[in-house]
């Protein structure tokens, strides 16, 4: 049994009542783990006849599964590299639904790293309208641009601000906004002990005080009508239902939709508390556009790329930021004084004479796209040597070929001579 901090213990106990001891014995409960279904790759319904793991659905969120983590390994799993699936803790997937998605709808996520909810919204959105995906740590947010990467995302704005900045800009202009806050994490206590070490009680009453400028911040970038959820993997009261109401007590003009505690005892999950909100009064919002120059000349060499390896011509606006080419999301609000990470669909690289197309295109991209397609099995030895960053003997010359596991894009190779140059990131090669 694992020992938790007296302090918490005690608050549980006085939230908890006659539950406490149910609550308690959840501790001996192996911990819960869980995938969730990247739509943009793939259906729900295809994905599962692929057959590749055992698994049981997950209640609360339609494209997320149980997997027992004794019997299978999704994390090392060439699909998994192909970002048709992503690994989060099932109470985790209860959030986004009921930020009630729709296609086109202008997004916020505030707290975004390491992108289990930004992945989430983007398969919902299905490439229409805007997610900004916003992470205030200069590390964290790089593991949320690899993971927005993977599955494919092409309608994402990924920013790495503070809250006050991005409210001097963004004042009443989403339709939804998360706030999945930095919190002191008593949800991971079953699944990581390090959570129990760096537990205090002023760890609480820290994150108290984050959450609630988080918070306020957040709730003047909402339109009227709009919908924000306040979420936390945290239990204690003083993260949760006081964040809330204090909140609540400082703005009438909020509709409490829902305030809702995911407990380990009562579902199987590691716990979450969701808030739902409905702004009823009108922010004032001074948002400016981005005017796009057309490129033509400029683009020559993408184009020719183009017309020699896609099946499509990639249509919308395209930005040139120095060398590298981006697609940008039709709604493209001035992001002036936002440092951003990627605008869009980072799409290649203009070197002297010639295109070099990106990672991130050859995961949006769909193997009918694509003129060249080189197809690994799942269970292939070929297939973990192409992850690894070797080259492949395909006795072919073809130029620019896509690499792809049972048909999902897993990156680009360069094949002359027979032999494909392996373009898969040496950042993101297994060492396994
Ligand atoms: C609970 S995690 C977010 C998890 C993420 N939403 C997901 O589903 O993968 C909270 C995040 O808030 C960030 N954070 C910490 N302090 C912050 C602050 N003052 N303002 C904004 N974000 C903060 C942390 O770096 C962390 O990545």
Redesign the pocket.
Known sequence: MISLPQKFLEDMKKILGEEYDEFLKSYEDKKTTGLRVNTLKVSVEDFLNMGIFNLTPISWSEEGFYYDEDEVRPGKNPLHEAGIYYLQEPS?MAVVPNLDIKEGDKVL?????????STYIASKLNGKGLLISN???KT?VKALGENIERFGVKNVIITNS??KDLEKIFKGYFDKIIV????SGEGMFRKDEGAIKDWSYNKVLECKS?QEE?LKRAYNMLKEGGILVYST?TFSREENEDVVNEFLSKHEDVDILKMERLWPHKIKGEGHFVAKMKKASQTESKVKTTKIKKLTSEIKNFREFEKSFLNIKIEGNLELKGDNLYLVPDEYPSLKGIKVLRSGLHIGTLKKNRFEPSHALSHYLKKEDVKYVHNLNLNSKEVMDYLRGNTLNTGKSRGWVLVTVEGFPLGWGKESNGVLKNHYPKGLRIKY
Not at 180 to 183: E, F, L, N, S, V
Request: aromatic share 0%.
């Open positions: 985790a996520d505030i707290c975004a790293a390491p992108g289990g909810k992470e205030i740590n964290r503070s809250a999945d806050a930095p919190c984050i988080l993997c």
